[in-house]
């Protein structure tokens, strides 16, 4: 049994739940994660204490995933918002590292690059950014593009806040490297996080690669949140060397970038695949083909309103083992393209679908869920059918569909409003899935509409191309 300790960037469903569903799709894994009241959120922060004493607590496991970021400052969005000074912070790392010491683990520890976010929302930033937070983007990209500082009419006291608190962070991400050099972590991410091709965030990527050297175990990656899943499938698929075959809808636009990252569509995957511990392969030299439904100009943005040319003509499904990730837009599914995925009956080799908000964010848990299901040697087909009614219900049905409805006609956080919408989307799903007396409830876990929790109740169907291959 391979033992997995996670201790998460916060308590969102993707980062709390979606790991234990992922891990639980093998059942000779086991995952240990801290109780969720520990875990911050958008408005709290991390009982960081409370955290790192039941890490040291914890019985003997094979191997620790840590967000640096909840450890250092009680968050991803804590990391932003966070006032506290350089010494506080490294005092917090060394106590970490002091129990990862005792521990004689494999240590795989991610941390985030700051952002940049190109807008003037404040939902997960500091105060001033709802005032200063497109001119903040437009002074870094243009400062990293030219080298000429043009303060864009923000206040002295606003930029000199801002580059303060991106200077901390950054000194801290260098002091992880000297951590990562002395064998303290086994694997070190740096994920860039909501990312342009251009910003202060890209040229800190760019000088943290120079200082780790030839070291082979440091990655800077285009990302965030779907970095613990990477990391998972990295675990526990050791010496397996899956191959996994990318396959494009839309081939000649591969080479194009998404939203809210800096490299190709293509570079995306073929990072995300090799993070998680698996090979790029040739679809004729492979295990598993990522099928990649992508954009052919301009990635559309649901939650933005930007919308884009969307899946036409017949779906061909392969005729071997093979994922989905639905990538045409930024935050949701592409209707057309489910739609005709539901019209196909070849779903006997389907190991998962995602088109969870960025692209490397469905890259990193589709492909986390498909090594972990392929490569078990105990499937739990349960647990498999439980995460993609889950993705199906959010990705498509909530993302792409009932949040604008909810979002433009109630304007309001009623459970009883999504429950009520998301009712024709449930019975397509389960009808395809073959599931019977099933319910879905829903809730909004950060009192916003960008995310939902689904939780399901107790499962009593037959799924039979799961039963073929995986008779439990």
């Keep these: 049994m391979t033992k997995i300790a996670l201790i998460p960037i916060d308590n969102r469903p993707v980062c709390y739940n979606l790991p234990k569903d992922i891990v639980n799709l093998s059942k000779e894994n086991k995952i240990y994660l801290p109780d969720k009241n520990l875990l911050g959120g958008k408005d709290n922060k991390s009982d960081i204490n409370a955290i790192l004493e039941w890490l040291d607590k914890l019985e003997k496991v094979d191997f620790i995933i840590i967000s640096l970021d909840t450890t250092a400052y009680g968050g991803l969005v804590a990391s932003r918002r966070s006032c506290d000074d350089f010494e506080q912070i490294k005092s917090r790392t060394d106590k970490l590292c002091s129990i990862l010491e005792r521990k004689q683990a494999q240590v795989y520890a991610f941390s985030s690059i700051m952002r940049i976010s190109n807008n003037n929302f404040n ?73 342009a091709p251009l910003g202060l965030n ?81 679809e004729e030299n492979c295990d598993l083909i990522m099928l990649i439904n992508n954009f052919k ?22 005729d071997k083992p093979y994922f989905i990730t639905d990538v ?25 679908y995602s088109a969870w908000n960025t692209t490397g964010n469905t ?33 498509w049905a909530y993302q792409a569909n009932v949040r604008s409805v909810i979002r433009d006609n109630n304007n309001n956080l009623k459970n009883d409003s999504v429950q009520k919408e998301m009712q024709k989307f449930e019975k397509i799903i389960f009808d395809k899935f073959d599931v ?37």
């Design 328 to 352: 045409v837009n930024a935050n949701g599914s592409d209707n057309n393209f489910v739609n005709a995925l539901f019209k196909e009956n070849n779903f006997k080799e389907f190991y998962g």
């Design 297 to 318: 100009t301009e990635q559309g943005e649901l939650v933005m309103n930007v919308d884009t040319e969307l899946f036409q003509g017949d779906l061909k499904l392969p």
């Design 363 to 395: 890259f990193g848990s589709a492909i986390s869920t498909a090594l972990t299901y392929f490569g078990a040697k105990h499937p739990n087909a349960k647990a498999f059918k439980n995460l993609q009614l889950i993705r199906f219900l959010d990705d």
């Design 202 to 282: 890209v040229k800190e990527a760019e000088e943290l690669k120079q200082l780790k050297g030839d070291n082979e175990n440091i990655f800077i990656k285009t990302g965030a949140d779907e970095i613990p899943l990477t990391l998972i499938s990295r675990a526990l698929n050791t010496h397996k060397h899956i191959k996994i075959a990318p396959l494009f809808i839309n081939p000649e636009s591969k080479d194009k970038i998404s939203k809210y990252e800096d490299i190709s569509v293509f570079e995306s995957v073929k990072e995300q695949i090799e993070l998680a511990g698996a090979i790029v392969g040739s």
């Design 436 to 472: 019977k007396h099933q319910k879905a409830f829903y809730s909004f876990p950060w009192k916003r509409f960008f995310e939902i929790e689904v939780k399901l109740s107790h499962i009593y169907t037959h799924l039979p191309f799961i039963d073929i291959l995986f008779c439990e």
């Design 123 to 195: 939902d997960e930033e500091k105060e001033y950014w709802n005032l200063y937070g497109e001119k903040i983007f437009q002074y870094s990209y243009n400062l990293h593009k030219t080298g000429v500082e043009d303060k864009n009419n923000i206040p002295d006291e606003v930029l000199t806040d801002y580059l303060n608190t991106r200077k901390r962070n950054f000194e801290i991400n260098k002091y992880y490297i000297e951590l990562a050099q002395k064998g303290i972590f086994s694997t070190l991410v740096f994920s860039k996080d909501d990312c």
